[in-house]
């Protein structure tokens, strides 16, 4: 049975199209009016849907400054309450947003039909009413069935079951401040991901991870099995998969007519060795070496790029790990970077990666997978002048990617930093606390969604509260992320402990 909880009345030029007030019955049988909350109306054109913004509290006694001097004088509490019955006077007022208007097919309004706008105001007089749990799901676009559990819906305190399609297939960043909660949400979706049942489909996951946050996974008995840990210490990109193009993006000094020699050289590299791809960076710079002809400098020039890449230790004859053959379904790659410090290896890595990956996902070689990149605004930053490796092909896998099932998972504390391209591609954002007014006005240039009232909450979230956005949901949603099933033993530790683990090592 539908809760009443008040009356729509006519305040401040309300109600309008997009908003309406109404008076908060004082009796509520124990359900709390709060901010947040979804309520409806019937309107003429149906049954309206909208969330409360604000709440005020409203007493005539108290508008008149000569009233609040006499209710101050007046030391006798039995006369006040006579003179000044304040409290009979005092009622509460909410605010609505309207979200939209719902039709049902039955009813007992279980069964919602089309969502539309809506074109005409609320009714005062009409009474309004608490959206009840289920109807409420099938108006934000919850998966009931096979949903992904990220936490609870504020106020409501439903589980948010987030559709894995909507969420995934068109991508979605997370964007928050460093220790806003970014790693432990992403903990929180690769856990609904691998514990999925397989008879549900889930893709490959293929994780960036930048500071070794999520090795402990390796280490929980119930995924162990599903989660591939890859030290890119020990990563080796194969150069006879490397079109001569290649090496220019790597070593931008290499010149167009410089590549045009390399291709040479390659070329009968290759007819010298029959056609087998077993080469690496050393006998290409020994067959340039060897070429009795050519230009003496071009081929100095050459050799001393080439050199210069082999010093990064990253190239070899074989690549390493075999890409088209690591990938499966339900399963996770974490690529560890923890011990690399170049930043320019780390976008060589990443951009080979996400186009090998890329390119076989499109030849359907591979299964449909979710690409992860933490620090995004590392490998696929803003500025014009900041030329990254790795962003072209980060930018082409948003832009392209869901055409293919690639999906991108873009995570940053800087969205200023991130690529606008990237960033706009991303139909689903999940913002958790940001502060720095530069990075809400540039969320606030790449998503209409995100308004300055949102922008004002953003700034005001805790730890572990989210706002959800785009094709995910039909409407913004705030969310209260779940606790984690399984946790890291490293994060419980202290800043003291570790200190004094410290001087016991030091000690020994």
Request: proline fraction near 3%; charge should be positive.
């Amino acid at each position: 049975m539908a809760i009443k909880v008040g009356t729509v009345f006519n305040y401040l030029q309300l109600p309008n199209v997009s908003k309406f007030a109404f008076v908060i019955n004082k009796r509520q049988d124990g359900t709390f009016i709060q901010k947040g909350l979804f309520v409806y109306t019937k309107s003429n054109e149906g049954f309206l849907i909208g969330i409360i913004e604000e709440i005020a509290l409203l007493n005539e006694y108290f508008t008149d400054a000569l009233t609040i001097k006499a209710f101050n004088n007046n030391n006798n509490p039995n006369i006040l309450k006579g003179l000044f019955p304040s409290e009979d006077f005092e009622f509460a007022i909410a605010i609505v947003k309207c979200l939209g208007l719902i039709t049902f097919k039955d009813k007992e309004m279980k069964e919602i039909g089309r969502v539309q706008r809506m074109s005409y105001p609320a009714s005062p007089g009409k009474g309004v009413y608490i959206v009840e749990e289920e109807i409420l799901n099938k108006f934000l676009g919850f998966d009931i069935k096979f949903g992904l559990n990220l936490g609870q819906v504020k106020v409501i305190n439903s589980k948010a079951l987030v559709s894995m399609n909507r969420l995934l297939n068109k991508h979605f960043a997370i964007l928050s401040i460093s220790g806003g909660g970014k790693s432990y949400f992403i903990s929180v979706l690769i856990e609904e991901l691998l514990t999925r049942s397989e008879d549900f489909g889930t893709p490959s996951i293929i994780l960036f991870d930048v500071h070794g946050e999520y090795l402990y996974l390796k280490n929980i008995p119930e995924l162990k099995n599903k989660v591939k840990i890859q030290d890119i210490s020990y990563f080796q990109i194969g150069i006879p998969k490397l079109s001569v193009y290649s090496f220019k993006k790597y070593q931008e000094q290499i010149s167009t007519v410089q590549v045009r020699e390399l291709s040479k050289y390659i070329k009968k590299l290759k007819k010298e060795k029959n056609n087998k791809n077993q080469y690496n960076i050393t006998d290409i710079i020994k067959q340039i070496e060897n070429e009795p002809d050519g230009n003496k400098s071009t081929k100095q020039a050459l050799i001393g790029w080439l050199s210069e890449l082999e010093r990064l230790t990253l190239f070899g004859s074989q690549e390493n790990p075999s890409l088209n053959k690591l990938l499966s379904n339900h399963t996770i790659t974490i690529f560890n970077f923890q011990k690399e410090i170049s930043i320019r290896k780390k976008q060589i890595i990443v951009d080979y990666i996400c186009n090998r990956l890329f390119n076989l996902r499109r030849a359907n070689e591979i299964p449909p997978f979710l690409l992860i990149v933490e620090e995004a605004h590392q490998f696929c930053p803003e500025a014009a002048h900041a030329k990254a490796i790795s962003k072209p092909i980060i930018e082409m896998i948003a832009r392209e990617g869901r055409k293919f099932m690639a999906c991108l998972c873009l995570i940053s504390q800087r969205p200023k930093k991130l690529s606008t391209t990237a960033l706009s591609q991303c139909n689903s954002k999940l913002v958790l606390n940001i502060k720095n007014p530069y990075d809400l006005k540039h969320l606030m240039d790449s998503s209409e969604a995100i308004t300055k009232e949102y922008a004002s909450i953003i700034s005001s979230l805790g730890v572990g509260e989210m706002l959800l956005m785009g094709n995910a949901v039909n409407y913004p949603v705030f969310i209260d992320v779940r606790e984690r099933s399984y946790k890291s033993k490293t994060e419980e530790i202290s800043l003291s402990q570790f200190c004094l683990n410290w001087q016991k090592k030091e000690l020994i």
